[in-house]
T-cell receptor, first 112, second 113 residues
Framework: QKEVEQNSGPLSVPEGAIASLNCTYSDRGSQSFFWYRQYSGKSPELIMS????GDKEDGRFTAQLNKASQYVSLLIRDSQPSDSATYLCAVNDGSSASKIIFGSGTRLSIRP | NAGVTQTPKFQVLKTGQSMTLQCAQDMNHNSMYWYRQDPGMGLRLIYY???????DKGEVPNGYNVSRLNKREFSLRLESAAPSQTSVYFC????????????FGPGTRLTVT
């Protein structure tokens, strides 16, 4: 069974600090990695995708990928109360090009 | 450009009733998906359609059927609803290939009593 593992949280971070979210995956054939944000009662929204080892930055968000360790992370700099949400890590199924496997999410709470 | 749309937004069914959830996308995507999300369980894939004319089972297909009506539309049918199917259902779409991201509709909150 291919798995994507995340700490469910809640992760509490003070406003203005860096929030660090982590994810591990089991499928060594995976090539595409995604972070989604989901507010309570809403649908998942794609915030970052990463395909190569290393860092990818987009505004306050940085995704980090280490394929050798099968590890993906998301850093949120200057955390804002509006960043409070559940963050879903997702990884493509290496044996089926169309499918993505989702982790169960980490709940992030930014405290003022 | 509406993206992915779903109808209805909310539905209450009695055990044994049937219904169809509708999904449409206007992004010219080839692939479409149906997920359910239960508290603490994350998103679980029910069925997907990699391209028009094809459908495949996902992780939790029992009790569901799907139809890829055309490139834009992908419906999910519950033939005989059960309380275990109480969930939030999301439709998503993507282009083809491993690199393509999935984009989600707003969801349907279904309660089966």
């Amino acid at each position: 069974q291919k798995e994507v593992e995340q700490n469910s949280g809640p992760l509490s971070v003070p406003e203005g600090a860096i929030a660090s979210l982590n994810c591990t995956y089991s499928d060594r054939g995976s090539q595409s990695f995604f972070w989604y944000r989901q507010y309570s009662g809403k649908s998942p929204e794609l915030i970052m995708s990463i395909y190569s080892n290393g860092d990818k930055e987009d505004g306050r968000f940085t995704a980090q990928l280490n394929k050798a360790s099968q590890y993906v992370s998301l850093l949120i700099r200057d955390s804002q109360p509006s960043d409070s949400a559940t963050y879903l890590c997702a990884v493509n199924d290496g044996s089926s090009a169309s499918k993505i496997i989702f982790g169960s999410g980490t709940r992030l709470s930014i405290r003022p | 450009n509406a993206g992915v749309t779903q109808t209805p937004k909310f539905q209450v069914l009695k055990t044994g009733q049937s219904m169809t959830l509708q999904c449409a996308q206007d992004m010219n995507h080839n692939s479409m998906y149906w997920y359910r999300q239960d508290p603490g369980m994350g998103l679980r894939l029910i069925y997907y359609s990699a391209s028009e004319g094809t459908t495949d089972k996902g992780e939790v297909p029992n009790g569901y059927n799907v139809s890829r009506l055309n490139k834009r539309e992908f419906s999910l049918r519950l033939e005989s609803a059960a309380p275990s199917q109480t969930s939030v259902y999301f439709c998503a779409s993507s282009g083809t290939g491993a690199a393509d991201e999935q984009y989600f509709g707003p969801g349907t909150r279904l309660t089966v009593t």
